[in-house]
């Protein structure tokens, strides 16, 4: 697609468990991002990748949240042991390059019961 | 030094009307300032940018204003629609992104 694609759109599980999300960047996008967003507030930025170069990991909240991407392709963010406060809309952007302008997916609304 | 303070939280204007919103930064390295609209349910997506060399950048009813001097950048909605309800990010960016909180804007009917 032309876009920036997210799955699932949608995921609800279990206090406990772990859950993985996957993001498909835009072709030939070097650059990659994970951001969370709780119901009506803003962007909070979890992780970026930019090529074959090392992760910026400075916004993953505890380590119970990881990332990680294959060269310039697919991304997954992975929760371990969610609790409550997971509960959130994760979204995934792509950028032709580092400080360029970012085209955003959907997210996936993740619900922690 | 890496804020951006967006400004206000919400907003609510009359169809017709103009919406501002405005944003201030302190680096000066920013050299990128995009905004962003958000619907509902979808992802953030670019809706105009300018760059610290143009005062002003002008596409359709949506306008973004910038004055270096005072580090201050703000985008205004001509004839704001009731379609034009969405929530709005400011960023600045250098190598990367940094996002302003956000304003909700309402535009009633």
């Known amino acids: 697609g032309a876009g920036v694609s997210q799955s699932p759109s949608n995921k609800v599980t279990e206090k406990g468990k772990d859950v993985e999300l996957r993001c498909d960047p835009i072709?030939?996008?070097?650059?990659l991002y994970w951001y969370r967003q709780r119901l009506g507030q803003g962007l909070e930025f979890l992780i970026y990748?930019?090529?074959?170069?090392?992760?910026?990991k400075s916004g993953l909240p505890s380590d119970r949240f990881s990332a990680e991407r294959t060269g310039e392709s697919v991304s997954t963010l992975t929760i371990q042991r969610t609790q409550q406060e997971d509960s959130a809309v994760y979204l995934c952007?792509?950028?032709?390059?580092?400080?360029?302008?970012?085209?955003f997916g959907d997210g996936t609304r993740l619900s922690i019961l | 030094q890496q804020q951006v303070k967006q400004s206000p939280q919400s907003l609510i204007v009359q169809k017709g009307g103009i919406s501002i919103i405005n944003c201030a930064y302190e680096?000066?390295?920013?050299?990128?300032f995009p905004w962003y609209q958000q619907f509902p349910g979808k992802g953030p997506a670019l809706l105009i940018a300018?760059?610290?060399d143009v005062s002003e950048k002008k596409e359709g009813r949506f306008t973004i204003s910038f004055n270096k001097s005072a580090k201050q950048f703000s985008l205004h909605i001509m004839d704001s629609q009731p379609g034009d309800s969405a929530t709005y990010f400011c960023?600045?960016?250098?190598?990367?992104?940094?996002w302003g909180a956000g304003t909700k804007l309402i535009i009633k009917p």
């Open positions: 960023a600045a960016s250098n190598y990367q992104l940094i």
């Open positions: 072709s030939g996008h070097t650059a």
């Open positions: 990748f930019q090529g074959n170069s090392a992760p910026d």
């Open positions: 680096n000066t390295a920013f050299d990128y």
């Open positions: 300018i760059r610290p």
């Open positions: 952007a792509s950028s032709p390059r580092q400080g360029s302008a970012q085209h």
